[in-house]
């Protein structure tokens, strides 16, 4: 009898310790669960990338939705995006200006500048709209930076090509479509500023 009572006595402290061990390990967690829906509360999600630039763009084609998906597939989320024109020619040696409207998904807007050289093995011009998917950005301050072009990075499908550039953490994607590709084989970078300069450096 005592042998069992002790038995006992030990089943119920060991379900306590489980027990309380359990209700740690939910309290640990719920920050984390946290941050995830508030970062997944400040980015956006793939359906409203695709319209916004389908209807910015003027295009639905099933090329746009597939640069768009291998832009999610593997960056995730943007916090942002950029819709805006730019003009860009080029032989050998490139120059390309761009301004547009930078929208973050936890609110607030601004206008937006770009410029930037390259050189390489391209030829031609052309003015085009471009919807720039931003990743890892909370504010404008944070792309008033010079962003290389990341080499082999550009792809093509359906009339529809995105490229990255990258500067430490921070990602950007410009889509563009038809003859707003032109994209040689050159290398370069693009300068992001609050106001309008023709100086491309």
């Known amino acids: 009898m005592q042998n069992q009572s002790q038995s006992s006595t030990i089943s119920r402290r060991r379900f306590a310790q489980c027990w309380a061990l359990g ?7 719920t920050p984390a669960v946290a941050l995830a829906a508030e970062s ?12 916004a630039a389908s209807d910015f763009l003027g295009d639905t084609t099933e090329g ?10 593997e960056h ?18 490139g120059l390309h200006y761009g301004e547009g409207t930078l929208v973050f998904k936890h609110g607030g807007a601004g206008k937006l500048y770009w410029q930037g050289p390259s ?18 950005a909370q504010r404008t301050e944070d792309l008033l ?3 290389p072009s990341v080499d082999g990075s550009f792809y093509y499908v359906g009339g ?5 550039q990258q500067r430490d953490a921070i990602v950007l994607a410009p889509v563009r479509l038809g003859v707003g590709l032109r994209a040689g ?5 693009t300068h992001y500023t609050l106001n309008k300069t023709l100086n491309p450096l």
């Open 76 to 93: 995730g989320r943007p916090t942002g995006y950029i819709k805006g024109e730019e003009i860009a020619g080029a032989v050998t040696l």
């Open 23 to 29: 209700i740690a390990a939910s309290l640990l967690a």
């Open 160 to 164: 529809a090509g995105i490229n990255y």
């Open 119 to 136: 050189i390489g093995l391209d030829l031609g011009g052309n003015a085009a709209k471009v919807f720039v998917l931003v990743y890892g």
């Open 185 to 189: 084989a050159s290398v370069g970078y």
């Open 64 to 73: 746009l939705g597939k640069v768009i998906a291998k832009a999610f597939k």
């Open 40 to 51: 997944a509360g400040e980015s956006f999600d793939e359906d409203s990338i695709l319209r």
């Open 145 to 147: 930076k010079r962003f």
